[in-house]
């Protein structure tokens, strides 16, 4: 059974690794030491919450990181769940659906009026696997995106 717990300062190096192989599954360039930069300024700046599974052994096995937002509208604060991730060797046993009812339980602690997620259209375990965690796709809305990138990729 994997144990799920708040990221420590110690846990960068792994957890950068695991970052790093995230990033490369939606196809940007490997870049360990970027993924350790990135982690570290998240954790100092104490910007963004990060989840992580440990397997019974202690080796990391999957992640999720989300930023805190804030909703005018319900005057609450809203939790952005960026990231999740969960190495292919370790899928298919329930580690998603840990780190999500985790998320779930930072949201309520922290009286957050929920959780916001986005996914590809494509992505057919996540549109699968949200449904059934409770996320409810919203329908009433359109999500836009103004890309600030100068170089074309």
């Known amino acids: 059974m994997n144990t799920i717990r708040k990221a420590q300062k110690e846990d960068t190096p792994e957890l950068a690794a ?66 999740l991730f969960v190495l292919e060797e370790h899928r298919g046993k329930g580690i998603s659906k840990q780190l999500i009812a985790a998320a779930k339980n930072l949201a309520i602690s922290t009286n957050a009026c929920g959780l916001l997620l986005e996914t590809a259209k494509t992505n057919q375990i996540g549109n699968q696997l949200y449904p059934a965690t409770g996320f409810e796709l919203e329908s009433g809305s359109n999500f836009y995106f103004w890309n600030n990138q100068q170089t074309k990729d």
Request: charged share 25%.
């Open 18 to 83: 695991l970052f790093n192989r995230y990033r490369v599954f939606y196809s940007q360039k490997e870049d360990i030491p970027g993924a350790i930069n990135f982690i570290r300024e998240r954790m100092s700046a104490g910007d963004s919450h990060i989840l992580i599974s440990c397997s019974e052994k202690g080796m990391l096995t999957g992640f999720t990181q989300l930023y805190p937002l804030y909703s005018s509208t319900r005057m609450k604060r809203l939790w952005l769940l960026n990231d």
